[in-house]
């Protein structure tokens, strides 16, 4: 495997992707990480090692940093990308300075030496930089082998220790021949072994699974989402009827959405035991209006519920994936590098104290949990589901919460969903839902004047829900949306097109 040393960058997580797609296992270690805490934390052999970039400076004292000692205790050879290269350079005794400019985004680059890093890359490229130090002179017995536009130095190496330096990202989608780029570093140079598969790593976290679990029972909270019903149907044919799945209805979910996910889980052979907790949910939001407080209520009750149902737990299986398990500001320090995520309430925190919580996709990404569920025969509807969040409608709704409101709601979501999939455009954004205001306004209907609800639908592209853009859906289409939620929507007199992106909206509306 290739360890990835940790130092901030928000590119981090992509060079593991990166590299998994090629084959060969990478995981993610904060920089303060020990050889034997790191040697002791992975089932795989260290074959290479990248730094990752990162926020800091490295001329500042407090910034992140490993010893040279570090590096080479593991002897193995070293990828330093961006803050990566700026500090190995340092290390090496180069010299680093303050760039007057800050080469930021798509940026030439010209290839001046022969180096196993370019094999198979013309002599130009654009590649992405973002950087505000620059190596001004490189290490002694490190040679430069491209230059920036700029007249930057943009890599450098050093092939008797095996130290290849590159001041841009080739992890990134927009750097032309990034992919090769790392291919060449992984296998040209550290003749990592090619065979990692996701169906390969599962069997063995299969064994783990079995072995933990013995012959106890084991729960888990299904929601219909991918993440979930993936998880459910790996456990069970692992576990078969060991595995208890329960579907908590909170009342705040889509129209006839009960029932789909029912139905989805029996064609799978899954029964779940299902809870419709509705009535108990809507009282408790009975008169709140602020969103947070909607937020916490529904997390209360949603674990009071399914504890209530899961009765004495044995083992809890979460569908935790890596992105959560890897905090990326891991630069604070170990301590922060487990993200205290929504679920670590006090009880999942007692389970886990216990010994009680199994997560077999911690090492997973989202992709890979697609790319797992399309292995186990999870149909493609399930596994394109736009995500839904926890809190559901009740976040969709503009204040109070009541029954009257949910199913206008409904019914107007309901719509948009439909002619997005009939016109073929609900894989195409990331997200797309109907959001009810709080406030109303005047419509004419025959010839009466009424003064009705306002529905706002909401359809956005994105990668990774941390950002976003308004989806541009055809002006017919989104014509003929409005004009089917005013006429079979009762009390719906108005319908808006959210065009807001994220930054500096946000996908919800609360
Ligand atoms: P925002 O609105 O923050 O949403 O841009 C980003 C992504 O997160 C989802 N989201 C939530 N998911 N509980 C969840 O489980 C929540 O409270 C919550 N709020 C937002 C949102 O649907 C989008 O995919």
Not at 133 to 139: A, L, Y
Not at 158 to 164: K, L, P, S, V
Not at 211 to 234: C, I, L, P
Not at 266 to 284: H, N, P, T
Request: glycine letters at 8%.
């Amino acid at each position: 495997m290739i360890a990835i040393i940790d130092f901030g960058s928000q590119y981090t997580q992509l060079i593991a992707r990166r590299i998994r797609e090629l084959g060969v296992y990478a995981e993610i270690f904060p920089y303060s990480i020990s050889k034997e805490e790191l040697l002791n934390s992975s089932k795989e052999k260290v074959e290479g090692i990248v730094f990752s970039g990162g926020p800091a400076s490295v001329l500042d004292e407090d910034s992140p940093k490993v010893s040279l000692d570090f590096v080479k205790l593991f002897d193995v050879p070293i990828l330093g990308i961006c803050y990566g290269m700026q500090l190995l350079s340092y290390l090496n005794g180069g010299k680093l300075e303050k760039s007057l400019f800050r080469e930021y985004g798509y940026t030439g680059l010209r290839i001046i030496e022969d180096s196993i890093l370019f094999k198979g890359v013309p002599r130009e490229i654009v590649v992405w930089m973002s950087h505000g130090d620059s190596v001004v002179i490189p290490p002694s017995n490190f040679r430069v082998t491209s230059v920036t536009e700029n007249g930057i130095i943009a890599s450098l190496e050093n092939t008797n220790e095996r130290i290849y330096l590159v001041q841009f990202h080739p992890e990134v989608y927009h750097t032309q021949y990034g992919k090769e780029i790392l291919s060449n570093f992984v296998f040209g140079v550290c003749n990592a072994t090619k065979g990692w598969s996701l169906e390969r790593f599962m069997k063995e976290e299969e064994e783990i699974i079995k072995k933990k679990v013995g012959n106890k029972r084991v729960v888990m909270a299904v929601s219909g989402g991918v993440d979930s019903t993936v998880m459910a149907v790996y456990l069970s044919k692992i576990l078969g009827t060991q595995l208890l799945p329960i579907f908590v209805n909170t009342g705040l979910l889509r129209l006839n959405e009960e029932n789909e996910v029912i139905e989805n889980f029996r064609s799978l052979g899954i029964e779940v035991k299902y809870v419709d907790a509705s009535d108990e949910f809507l009282f408790a939001l009975k008169g709140v209006k602020d969103p947070e407080e909607k937020r916490k209520i529904i997390g209360k009750k949603f674990i009071e519920v399914f504890f209530r149902e899961a009765g004495d737990i044995e083992i809890l299986a979460q569908g935790t994936l890596y992105p959560d398990v890897i905090e990326t500001s891991s630069v604070k320090g170990p301590s922060a590098t487990i993200k205290t995520h929504h679920n670590r309430v006090a009880e999942i925190r007692k389970l886990e104290k216990e010994g009680k919580i199994l997560e077999p996709f911690r090492f997973l990404f989202k992709d890979e949990v697609r790319a797992l569920g399309r292995v186990l025969g999870v149909p493609e509807r399930i596994i394109n589901r736009h995500p839904f969040p926890g809190p559901g409608l009740a976040v969709r709704i503009m204040g109070e919460v009541t029954k009257e409101k949910l199913d206008i709601l409904r019914k107007a979501d309901y719509i948009f969903i439909e002619e997005l999939r009939n016109d073929n455009l609900y894989e195409e954004v990331w997200q797309a839902f109907a959001v009810l205001l709080s406030d109303k306004a005047v419509g004419v209907m025959g010839d009466e004047r009424s003064y009705g609800n306002v529905i706002a639908i909401r359809a956005v592209t994105s990668v990774d829900g941390m950002t976003a853009d308004w989806a541009r859906l055809p002006h017919e289409f989104l014509n003929r949306v409005a004009n089917r939620i005013v006429r079979e929507v009762p009390g719906v007199t108005r319908v808006v097109y959210d065009i807001t992106s994220k930054p500096p909206a946000t996908i919800e509306w609360e």
